[in-house]
């Protein structure tokens, strides 16, 4: 099996940075894809960055510009650093993989969940 690790959460003052990182290990044949995503209680869980398989970043509106999204594909780690931070940013964020493992098996993996708190 694959494994998917996050860390780097925490609370920061509006206007605030902070750095998340994921690392996969184990069982890994390719990593297609690499992403973050948040998610606050009663809302869906909503895309923060991804890199696709072919290479193109996504970012939705209220990130873009404030956060990006870093790979090493060669090390199976990735980052997401956030600027500016504000309180809507409050969420508890997952790093994501999409990861053919050494069986062939190719499935979604989410790191544990990091909370970041945005507050003064």
């Known amino acids: 099996q694959a494994q998917v690790v996050e860390s780097g959460g925490g609370l920061v003052q509006p206007g605030g940075s902070l750095r998340l990182s994921c690392a996969a290990s184990g069982s890994i044949g390719h990593i297609y894809s690499m992403g973050w995503f948040r998610q606050t209680p009663g809302k869906q869980r909503e895309l923060v960055a991804r890199?696709?398989?072919?290479?193109?970043?996504d970012y939705p509106d209220s990130v873009k510009g404030r956060f990006t999204i870093s790979t090493d594909n060669a090390k199976n780690t990735w980052s997401l650093q956030m600027n500016n931070l504000e309180p809507e940013d409050t969420a508890v964020y997952y790093c994501?993989?999409?990861?053919?493992?050494?069986?062939?098996?190719?499935?979604?993996?989410w790191g544990q969940g990091t909370q970041v708190t945005v507050s003064s």
């Open positions: 890199v696709s398989a072919m290479g193109s970043i």
């Open positions: 994501y993989g999409l990861i053919r493992d050494r069986s062939l098996q190719t499935s979604d993996y």
